[in-house]
């Protein structure tokens, strides 16, 4: 979130209809160009992050670098096999 463009928010209840929703929209934003709020978006699956974000191989391999032993360990880390 640090250039031009829209931000678009839903608050959805967790049903299998709404799931769905989401998953085809995760394969909208991937084939436009659009990224997901990894922070806000708790389901976001490692396979599409990676999809959306071009650069993150590189952070990943930044990361490595700088925490090879893994000390610092969160959710989000865990999730995205990072």
């Known amino acids: 979130y640090n250039g031009t463009g829209v931000s678009f928010?839903?608050?959805?209840?967790?049903?299998?209809?709404?799931?769905?929703?989401?998953?085809e929209l995760d394969?909208?934003?991937s084939s436009y160009g659009v990224i997901t709020n990894l922070i806000k978006d708790?389901?976001?699956?490692a396979t599409t992050t990676r999809c959306q974000?071009?650069?993150?191989?590189?952070?990943?391999?930044r990361l490595g670098a700088?925490?090879?032993?893994?000390?610092f360990v969160t959710a989000l880390s865990?999730?995205?096999a990072l």
Not at 9 to 23: E, F, I, K, M, W
Not at 66 to 71: A, C, G, K, Y
Request: proline share 8%.
């Open 42 to 45: 708790s389901r976001l699956s």
């Open 27 to 29: 394969e909208l934003n």
């Open 53 to 61: 974000y071009p650069e993150f191989e590189q952070f990943a391999a």
């Open 9 to 23: 928010s839903l608050h959805l209840p967790n049903r299998p209809g709404a799931r769905a929703l989401l998953d």
């Open 78 to 80: 865990e999730r995205m």
């Open 66 to 71: 700088f925490d090879s032993r893994r000390l």
